[in-house]
């Protein structure tokens, strides 16, 4: 074995204009190709930073405190659009940061003596470039790069403590130590992760100074024994910096109306931050998620540090065994840095998010960046063992090439993967529909919807100067839901006390009690009020309905807008079966998508609503769970209690199977005969269809819902008097109806 014993470890002038000329480029990349919007994973946070909302979690206080900071200095809409450029920036600077940690760390590892440093000089900088680019075209540090985040945030404070930390190592000098422990402890008040890094600071500092003294590494002059660093004050400097970051995240919640919303004391907001940790490691990763990840992006990075040092300081041709070894962790890695989605472990599984911290994601692409760093460089050495004569004082031609083929395989990565139209062209049609929903809304204050996309909603409306406040129709039971639902409205009044009830409640009163209600609202879920007062529906557009305030040209107008971006997300639809979007754009697309669907069925277009529900993958998958439990409930049924929950469903190919088992013992059975001549309406099967439906008028006669069918069955038999005649019987046991009222409509315009 042959060690360097005076090998220096400095970064010259040239690897830090290196580092800023990678970080400029990835800069202008994340900016100039980055999706319009912002991501839906950053809605929630961005308006809490904007106070919109109240935030219903302690983390992340620190990007809260600098985010609000921006909002209150520039304005919403000029904010919004500043956190790209901020993330673009940022991202630049994590990728400069790539560079000189692994320059670093490649210059302590490789040992060898000044005879050949011309391939130190060329292979440190030569892999250093090539874990920063593969970071740079890394999908999760890409994603996280689109706006300032706080995984971003994250990221830095992390990139930065191991610049800072082999710094120190390589110089020396407390000034660089003590800034070190307490950025650490900033880090930990945000993120548990961070407690990992005092333990491997201080196991990483213990072996590099027993390499010191073994000859292997330059020493430093001003490094310490480890016996001798000042284990104490570094102890207090951390927890001084943590709790004063704590401190500053606690006063943020407050600040922000966290602590009221959800309807703590403020003493009880530092016994939660424990629960506020494992939350954080909970919502993650998955238990699969964790193991995957750490075994495919963790344990390739430990293995080629433990081989490279012994690899590269040793004369002798690279051993078969490390070399396989080696090869096998490099294409691990090579599949895991990111730059290929669909072939990493840890990242998707079986359609279900395995890993869900962008943090993560990016942590796990930096491992595998870096062992391909590791690996790149343990073969370059053997190119030059192998191909090179002793002592050359020059670069052999296989190690000349190796640079620009390198480069150019990188840029052919980055050209196919990085622009990503299919995703550009879901978060426009994302970010216009909410464009357009606020548009529709007009004057109005208020929107019922179903909650997925309110956040985006909320934001859209403040860019443009409108506060409309969305009321969720699903909202949960916890202080913070009830907070929400009551936030806009005066303590005491009746609108506040039905609010804190449920929204349901408060569209009950509104369109049903309070005269002109709904004169400042707009629906977008709960038409099954209207329905079931048989009341006409409010005036339905594109992407709202409103009982007041829109007038037939604006209805039309966002008809002809709905219809646009249906098309916009059929076409994209057959471009996205290889992409993989961001799991929260994907449902924030799906939830435009079915909102779209369901305002089409409500116009009648069955056709587009029908080819929109066949396009919605993330609709086909909750139809399938709900097949599912389905089933399983009514297996635990009696005939009786299934046809009725079946009826009750309007899912009538269950009821009918409930129904024959009724009919066996009560042929006249009204429930069981209605349910069995809907089953073959469905089907078309006209003939079945009316035998069993007048079966229903035996102990019903009356029955509006029986006569209204029977009439539809008659119209299209092209018995058009009979027809008639059971709609008007129909209309007179349920006036003001508009199914009966078409049905009647439909009979008199065929009628000859």
């Not at 703590?264 to 629960?275: E, P």
């Not at 490691?281 to 992006?297: E, H, I, P, Y």
Request: aromatic residues 10%; proline residues 5%.
């Amino acid at each position: 074995m042959r060690y360097a014993t005076t090998m220096k470890v400095e970064l010259s002038v040239k690897d830090f204009v290196l580092a800023a000329v990678l970080g400029f480029l990835s800069f202008t990349a994340f900016l100039c190709l980055s999706v319009p919007g912002l991501d839906p994973s950053q809605w929630g946070e961005v308006a809490v930073a904007a106070r919109l909302r109240p935030p219903s979690v302690i983390f992340p206080g620190l990007w809260r405190g600098l985010t609000c900071g921006l909002f209150s200095a520039v304005g919403i809409p000029v904010a919004v659009k500043s956190l790209s450029v901020i993330g673009a920036v940022v991202g630049g600077l994590c990728v400069a940061l790539v560079y000189l940690i692994t320059r670093q760390s490649l210059a302590f590892l490789t040992r060898m003596g000044e005879e050949h440093a011309v391939w130190t000089n060329l292979i440190c900088p030569l892999f250093a470039t090539v874990a920063a680019l593969f970071v740079a075209v890394a999908d999760p540090v890409w994603r996280i790069s689109q706006t300032f985040s706080p995984e971003q945030l994250r990221l830095l404070m992390m990139l930065v403590a191991f610049y800072v930390w082999l710094r120190w190592l390589s110089v020396g000098s407390d000034w660089r130590l003590y800034p070190l422990v307490a950025l650490v402890g900033v880090m930990a008040a945000e993120t548990p992760f961070a407690f990992l890094l005092p333990p491997i600071f201080l196991t990483g500092y213990y072996r590099v100074w027993r390499r010191i003294m073994g000859g292997v590494f330059y020493a430093p002059k001003k490094l310490q024994d480890p016996d001798r660093l000042p284990c104490w004050r570094m102890f207090f400097l951390f927890l001084g910096s943590l709790g004063a970051a704590v401190w500053l995240n606690t006063v943020v919640f407050e600040t922000l109306g966290g602590v009221e919303a959800n309807g703590w004391r403020m003493s009880d907001i530092y016994f939660r931050y424990g629960a506020g940790y494992w939350r954080v490691l909970a919502d993650a990763s998955t238990l699969a998620g964790w193991a995957l990840g750490l075994g495919f992006g963790l344990f390739p990075l430990i293995v080629a540090v433990r081989l490279f040092p012994s690899s590269v300081g040793d004369d002798r041709p690279l051993v078969f065994q490390r070399g396989v070894i080696l090869v096998f962790v490099c294409v691990l890695s090579i599949m895991q840095c990111g730059a290929f989605p669909a072939a990493r472990f840890w990242a998707f599984m079986i359609d279900s998010v395995a890993v869900r911290s962008g943090f993560l994601l990016a942590f796990y692409a930096l491992c595998a960046s870096f062992t391909i760093a590791l690996v790149g460089s343990v073969f370059a050495f053997e190119c030059q063992r192998v191909y090179l004569p002793d002592n050359s004082p020059k670069p052999g031609r296989m190690l000349r090439w190796l640079v620009p083929t390198m480069s150019a395989a990188l840029f052919v990565l980055a050209a196919v993967h990085v622009p990503r139209t299919v995703e550009a062209e879901m978060s426009r049609i994302v970010h216009d529909a909410l464009h357009e929903t606020v548009r529709e809304c007009g004057d109005a204050k208020w929107v019922f919807t179903d909650g997925k996309l309110d956040d985006g909603l909320e934001l859209v409306a403040a860019s443009v100067g409108k506060a409309i406040r969305p009321l969720n129709m699903m909202s949960g039971a916890s202080s913070w839901d009830e907070t929400m639902r009551k936030r806009n409205f005066t303590e005491g009044s009746a609108d506040y006390d039905n609010a804190a009830i449920g929204i349901p409640m408060l569209l009950r009163v509104w369109a049903g009690e309070k005269p002109d209600g709904m004169a400042e609202a707009a629906i977008q879920l709960g038409f099954e009020f209207w329905t079931r007062e048989h009341k006409p529906l409010p005036k339905v557009s594109g992407m709202v309905a409103r009982e007041f305030g829109m007038s037939d040209d604006e209805a039309k107008r966002g008809i002809e807008a709905a219809r646009e971006l249906s098309e916009r997300i059929l076409a994209v639809s057959q471009k996205s079966a290889g992409a993989q979007p961001s799991p929260t754009l994907a449902n924030a697309m799906s939830a435009v998508s079915w909102r779209l669907s369901r305002f089409a069925r409500l116009r009648n277009d069955e056709q587009l609503a029908n080819r929109l529900d066949a396009s919605n993958t993330a609709l086909k998958r909750m139809l399938t769970l709900v097949e599912y439990e389905r089933q399983r409930t009514f297996m635990q049924l009696t005939p009786r209690e299934g046809l009725r929950l079946a009826l009750q469903r309007a899912d009538f190919v269950e009821a009918r199977r409930y129904a024959a088992a009724v009919l066996r013992s009560d042929e006249d059975d009204a429930e069981a005969n209605f349910g069995m001549g809907m089953s073959y309406l469905r089907d078309s099967r006209l003939d079945d269809a009316e035998f069993y439906l007048r079966r229903c008028l035996i102990r019903r006669p009356d029955e509006p819902a029986v006569l209204n069918n029977l009439s539809i069955i008659s119209r299209k038999a092209g018995r058009y008097e009979e027809a008639e005649e059971l709609a008007r019987h129909a209309l007179k046991m349920l006036p003001n109806s508009p199914e009966v009222n078409k049905t009647l409509k439909d009979a008199l315009e065929k009628a000859p």
